[in-house]
């Protein structure tokens, strides 16, 4: 199975920054990387697919980059209802593996 | 507007077993490939399984492999998980999910809001 790791597990930012959030894959996914942002209670919600292609919907602050094993979202400039988890998603094989999640908090 | 409703979750003995549902609406369902994703509550997620859009292909995470069978219902727009010989580690909320294809893609447009299952005696 691939293993998708995130650093860092958790990040406090305020309003306004730009934060990057970083995906690393045990072996090639090619393009096939999803980003999710869930907040507490809720599903997660899918960002970004195919390492940089935006969902129809999501605010264009949130970027993807990256092929192979190493991906990153950036975050532009935070907005209060940014704050949330974030998951990288490996569409790449199955079985589909998630990273760990990165929280990101308000400082 | 997509929607996903799951049910079919509840308390149950370990080594029993638990039939979800997943009622969809808003889209064409036998366009599209649909899964079933878990989370323990304050965890990560974990995939547990895909269908296509025909039911000609299918795949289970290895937790779940053996013990669990995906189906669905394109008559009725419906996704099922019939999950057999729980265990305690099966404990989590389960999402139904939409992918962006036909295929299993692997990518996950749209979400229930999940149904809690739970294993203990």
């Known amino acids: 199975d691939i293993q998708m790791t995130q650093s860092p597990s958790s990040v406090s930012a305020s309003v306004g920054d730009r934060v990057t959030v970083t995906c690393r894959a045990s072996?090639?996914?090619?393009?096939?990387l999803a980003w999710y942002q869930q907040k507490p209670g809720k599903a997660p919600k899918l960002l970004i697919y195919?390492?940089?292609s935006l969902q129809s919907g999501v605010p264009s602050r949130f970027s993807g980059s990256g092929s192979g094993t190493d991906f990153t979202l950036t975050i532009s400039s935070l907005q209060p209802e940014d704050f949330a988890t974030y998951y990288c998603?490996?569409?790449?094989?199955?079985?589909?593996?998630f990273g760990q999640g990165t929280k990101l908090e308000i400082k | 507007e997509v929607q996903l409703v799951e049910s079919g979750g509840g308390l149950v003995q370990p080594g029993r077993s638990l039939r979800l549902s997943c009622a969809a609406s808003?889209?064409?369902?036998?366009?599209?490939?649909m899964h079933w994703v878990r989370q323990v509550p304050g965890k990560g997620l974990e995939w547990v399984s895909g269908?296509?859009?025909?039911?000609?292909?299918?795949g289970y995470a290895d937790s779940v492999e053996g013990r669990f069978t995906i189906s669905r219902d394109n008559a009725k727009s419906s996704l099922y998980l019939q999950m057999n010989s729980l265990r305690a580690e099966d404990t989590a909320l389960y999402y139904c999910?939409?992918?962006?294809?036909?295929?299993?893609?692997?990518?996950?447009?749209?979400w229930g809001q999940g149904t809690l299952v739970t294993v203990s005696s």
């Open positions: 999910a939409k992918d962006k294809d036909r295929g299993d893609l692997g990518l996950f447009d749209y």
């Open positions: 808003g889209f064409t369902f036998d366009d599209y490939a």
């Open positions: 269908i296509s859009w025909n039911s000609g292909s299918i």
């Open positions: 072996q090639g996914v090619r393009s096939w």
């Open positions: 195919a390492a940089s």
């Open positions: 998603q490996q569409a790449n094989s199955s079985p589909h593996t």
